[in-house]
């Protein structure tokens, strides 16, 4: 079993249609990692979250960290094509070696 | 397991030492990538083997960092005269589809 779970698996939304994305453990987190990922390309790093209750935005992209590090969210306010990939959490358990979840497939069509 | 496989898991070298980071992805897939994250930051791309085509090495830090892939599967990471700025943990992915990656465990390298 994946030691982060994340949610949903799979998304279809509509251009300018909000959406939420959760990634969930069952010990507390050192850090929170938030990834893109492109078809064919790396993983491009968007937010790394710390703090219990933290809250970071960049663009439309919105992460938050719970007060007991265990879960995150992220949530993309009016959903563009440009938003479309995977996004994959990654979490650091103070080992200095991550561990990712499964990953969310985001599709946004006009 | 059949995971991709990094070795060592744990590297501690000179300054100034050559080091060899090796992987061995998932068997029939045909895409590869190795990562690095320094402490207290996301991963950064390093470089991409996809099948027989060119890599894309755009994410080489400097010309001291190379990497092969032999017969398509494993693929080693090559650091020469090493600096302390390379201390990090390497992370290696392998993927069938391009668009989920599996990693490794990364081999954590600390340069003395």
């Known amino acids: 079993s994946q030691e982060l779970e994340q949610s949903p698996q799979s998304l279809i939304v509509q251009e300018g249609k909000n959406l939420t994305i959760n990634c969930t453990s069952s010990?507390?987190?050192?850090?929170l990692y938030w990834y893109k990922q492109k078809y064919g390309e790396g993983l491009i790093f968007l937010m790394m979250?710390?703090?219990?209750?933290e809250e970071k935005s960049h663009e439309k992209i919105t992460a938050k960290l719970d007060e007991k590090k265990q879960q995150s969210s992220l949530h993309i306010t009016a959903s563009q094509p440009s938003h479309a990939g995977i996004y994959l959490c990654g979490a650091d358990r103070n080992t200095d070696k991550l561990i990712f979840g499964t990953g969310t497939r985001l599709q946004v069509f006009p | 397991g059949a995971g991709v496989s990094q070795s060592p898991s744990n590297k501690v070298t000179e300054k100034g030492k050559d080091v060899e980071l090796r992987c061995d992805p998932i068997?029939?897939?045909?895409?590869l990538y190795w990562y690095r994250q320094s402490l207290g930051q996301g991963l950064e791309f390093l470089i991409y083997?996809?099948?027989?085509?060119?890599?894309?090495k755009s994410g080489l830090p400097s010309d001291r960092f190379s990497a092969e892939r032999t017969g398509g599967s494993v693929s080693t990471l090559t650091i020469q005269r090493t600096q302390q700025e390379d201390s990090a943990v390497y992370l290696c992915a392998s993927s069938a589809d391009l668009y989920i990656q599996y990693f490794g465990a990364g081999t954590r390298l600390s340069v003395l």
């Open positions: 083997f996809q099948g027989n085509s060119a890599p894309d």
């Open positions: 010990k507390t987190l050192y850090g």
């Open positions: 979250l710390q703090k219990g209750g």
């Open positions: 068997s029939g897939h045909t895409a």
